[in-house]
Nanobody, 124 residues
């Protein structure tokens, strides 16, 4: 069993930055890939970013490439999402998840454990 708890969301003006954190329980965190997804009101959940077990291999949605950075600290059992140059269309609930595999994926159905989500609101 893995428990994931996100934090760091909030209200920010367009062009601003936020850093989301996701703390995982369990000693095996460092073996598994992690992903960030988001869901805006009335829309389906979408892929944002993923990293492999070490953080050395990352992948991003085109909509956030160059603005968002995923990273992890396997000592602290934490994965981060640094979000810069935020836009109103980035407004959503952001979720972290793990697929319990060494390599990440952009397919949300492959992720087994999910956090409760943290709200990010970007005002224009």
């Amino acid at each position: 069993q893995v428990q994931l708890v996100e934090s760091g969301g909030g209200l920010v003006q367009a062009g601003g930055s936020l850093r989301l954190s996701c703390v995982a329980s369990g000693r095996t965190f460092g073996y598994y890939a992690m992903g960030w997804f988001r869901q805006a009101p009335g829309k389906e959940r979408e892929f944002v970013a993923t990293c492999n077990w070490s953080g050395g291999n990352t992948n991003y949605a085109d909509s956030v490439k160059g603005r968002f950075t995923i990273s992890r600290d396997n000592v602290e059992n934490t994965v981060y999402l640094q979000m810069n140059s935020l836009k109103p269309k980035d407004t959503a609930v952001y979720f972290c998840a793990t697929n319990m595999r060494s390599m990440g994926s952009a397919i949300d159905q492959e992720y087994r454990y999910w956090g409760q989500g943290t709200q990010v609101t970007v005002s224009s």
